[in-house]
């Protein structure tokens, strides 16, 4: 007997294969193991999804120890589901109460030291750290006006 549920793979891997009847098929590595799909729509919006860090909702079905990939949703996280038109965007985080463009000091402060030293034989690290800082301080100064 045959199941059907919804759910949210991480597409690792696609090929595409010809079953023994001749027929095309692609064979998906997921998060939750390897799945079949037999519709082409299904695989080139899957085929998207593969190396994007992007979780895929879809519907599969069950026989045995088959698993067949039978719809795609869309993308996104459980309740976050992205709608197949806006395939490929950013999957939108979870805010934890704070203003989704405000980045964490420390990580933003690391992200300027690494630009400032990218390109640069430097052999100061302190000055350089000092110095990405003080224009974050900044920065943060001059947007919380």
Sequence with gaps: MEETETMHVEIKGIAEKKSKKGEDYWSVQTSQGTM?????????????????????????????NFKNIRGFNGVGEKNKT?????????????????????????????????????DQDIDKYEEAMDFAIKLVKKAKDAFSK
Excluded at 92 to 108: A, F, H, I, R, T
């Design 36 to 64: 079949t799909v037999w519709d082409e729509d299904i695989a080139s919006k899957l085929r998207l999804c593969f190396g994007q860090g992007q979780v895929a909702e879809v519907q599969v079905a069950t026989n045995g």
């Design 82 to 118: 992205i709608k197949p038109s806006e395939f490929g965007k950013e999957v939108p985080k979870e805010s934890k109460g704070l203003n989704p463009y405000e980045k964490d000091p420390v990580g933003l402060t690391i992200d300027v030291f690494a630009c400032i030293i990218a």
